[in-house]
């Protein structure tokens, strides 16, 4: 079974502190994603990498940032969180290629940020 | 503009009943449709579709496609307390990783 993990079910933060959400896979997956759950907007794609140390931004980059040091590890950034990233945040894996690539889901971190 | 729509926004059924969860898309060169259910926790994998009439099947969930109308559906029959989940539809457009999600159908089923 896939299994993708995510550091953190819950996490409180302070506005402008730096919040590293972390994303591990186990099925040496070649692309990772990093959503934003949010009632009435459904998931929004932030960032995805195809490959170690590529990275593409998705719909909703702004605030965030991403690294990818590792294949099976994704770390999205928040640089200085402000209230309007409280959120659920979900990471997800597929592997590589165009053909069946269906992304597999961690269990998510909630964010809040007072 | 790529977009999924997906209908009813929230439904509440009574265990035993049989429920039709709806997907609409409007996207530029469509490869597939995906489904997944989400509880307390990951959303998991429902089904792939990529051709048109062929139905999915699983237990008592299933799923049809119909290209051509650009949408699809999502049975759940002889429905359980344990089907309470917010479901989703996304849709994969060609060439492309990038999945575009409805805002999902969260479902009830009371004992």
């Known amino acids: 079974d896939v299994k993708v993990t995510q550091s953190s079910r819950y996490l409180v933060k302070r506005t402008g502190e730096k919040v590293f959400l972390e994303c591990v896979q186990d099925?040496?997956?070649?692309?990772m994603f990093w959503y934003r759950q949010d009632p009435g907007l459904g998931l929004r794609l932030i960032y995805f990498?195809?490959?170690?140390?590529?990275?593409e931004k998705g719909d909703i980059p702004e605030g965030y940032s991403v690294s990818r040091e590792k294949k099976e590890r994704f770390s999205l950034i928040l640089e200085s969180a402000s209230t309007n990233q409280t959120s659920m945040y979900l990471c997800?894996?597929?592997?590589?290629?165009?053909?069946?690539?269906?992304?597999?889901f961690g269990a998510g971190t909630r964010l809040s940020v007072l | 503009e790529d977009k999924v729509v997906q209908s009813p926004l929230s439904l509440v059924v009574h265990e035993g009943d049989t429920v039709t969860l709806n997907c609409s898309y409007e996207?530029?060169?469509?490869?597939?449709l995906l489904w997944y259910k989400q509880e307390k926790k990951a959303p998991t994998f429902l089904f792939m579709l990529?051709?048109?009439?062929i139905e999915k099947k699983s237990g008592r969930l299933s799923s049809i496609l119909d290209k051509k109308e650009l949408f699809s559906i999502l049975n759940i029959t002889a429905t359980q307390t344990g089907d309470s989940a917010i479901y989703l539809c996304?849709?994969?457009?060609?060439?492309?990783?990038?999945?575009?999600f409805g805002t999902g159908t969260r479902l009830k089923v009371l004992a």
């Open positions: 996207v530029t060169n469509f490869r597939s």
């Open positions: 990498s195809y490959d170690v140390k590529m990275k």
């Open positions: 996304a849709v994969i457009p060609s060439g492309t990783y990038k999945y575009i």
């Open positions: 099925m040496d997956h070649e692309n």
């Open positions: 990529t051709s048109s009439g």
């Open positions: 997800a894996s597929s592997r590589g290629g165009l053909v069946k690539n269906i992304q597999y």
